[in-house]
């Protein structure tokens, strides 16, 4: 089973540029989370969707969007990225809110 | 739950109990609290979630209190495996699954 599954795994970006970042689960999980995560820092939620069709902002939204057009996409884009977007991004979903999370293995971008 | 509050870090030796507490003075009657850790280069993993009492599993226990403001992940003999970030979950308020992360804890076990 694959799980959750991002892509790319890496990505240098010229900063101005826009970036859709990819993730995909075959679970069939009702939520999907995106995180960031800064150097030696906690995880920070951008966005969530309960479910198909509706998202959510979570604590840092500014600078990213997301849609969930069905169940198993939940891609993440940033429109015109700048320095501080650099981190590594994870993708998340889990049945519902009470709930075991999976993780994906991670996006690390940076924007130069 | 909201936001939550655990020490930043800890150290240890192989063989002994770890013990992390976690304080959510805001939580919701019907939040679950939930541990995860995370390895570097990871995403993070599920360890053991709990609603009162004791919850024990093959990894660690939780214990909640009856209030449930704060809880306490217990882990039995560590190893240097067990080297890693341990993060109790909040919610932010309003949102059925605004998950967000606490700070974490960076636990480092020594030989």
């Known amino acids: 089973t694959a799980g959750i599954t991002q892509a790319p795994t890496s990505q240098i970006l010229a900063a101005g540029r826009s970036m859709t970042l990819r993730c995909t689960q075959d679970?069939?999980?009702?939520?999907m989370y995106w995180y960031r995560q800064d150097l030696g820092l906690g995880l920070r939620l951008i966005h969530y969707s309960n479910t198909a069709g509706t998202t959510g902002k979570g604590e840092v939204p500014d600078g990213y969007s997301v849609s969930r057009a069905n169940t198993d996409d939940f891609p993440l884009t940033l429109a015109s990225a700048v320095p501080s977007q650099t981190s590594v991004y994870f993708c998340?979903?889990?049945?519902?809110?009470?709930?075991?999370?999976?993780f994906g293995q991670g996006t690390r971008l940076t924007v130069v | 739950l909201a936001k939550t509050t655990q020490p930043i870090s800890m150290d240890s030796y192989e063989g002994q109990e770890v013990n992390i507490t976690c304080s959510h003075n805001?939580?919701?009657?019907?939040?679950?609290i939930t541990w995860y850790q995370q390895f570097p280069s990871q995403g993070p993993r599920f360890i053991i979630q709990g609603y009162k009492t004791k919850v024990t599993n093959e990894v660690a226990s939780l214990f909640i209190p009856a209030d449930r403001k704060s809880s306490t992940l217990s882990l039995p003999r560590v190893s240097l495996s067990d080297t890693a970030v341990y993060y109790c979950l909040g919610r932010l308020t309003g949102g059925y699954n605004k998950l967000i992360f606490g700070a974490g804890t960076r636990l480092a076990v020594h030989p």
């Open positions: 998340a979903s889990s049945v519902g809110s009470n709930t075991e999370a999976f």
């Open positions: 805001n939580i919701a009657t019907n939040d679950y």
């Open positions: 679970m069939r999980h009702n939520a």
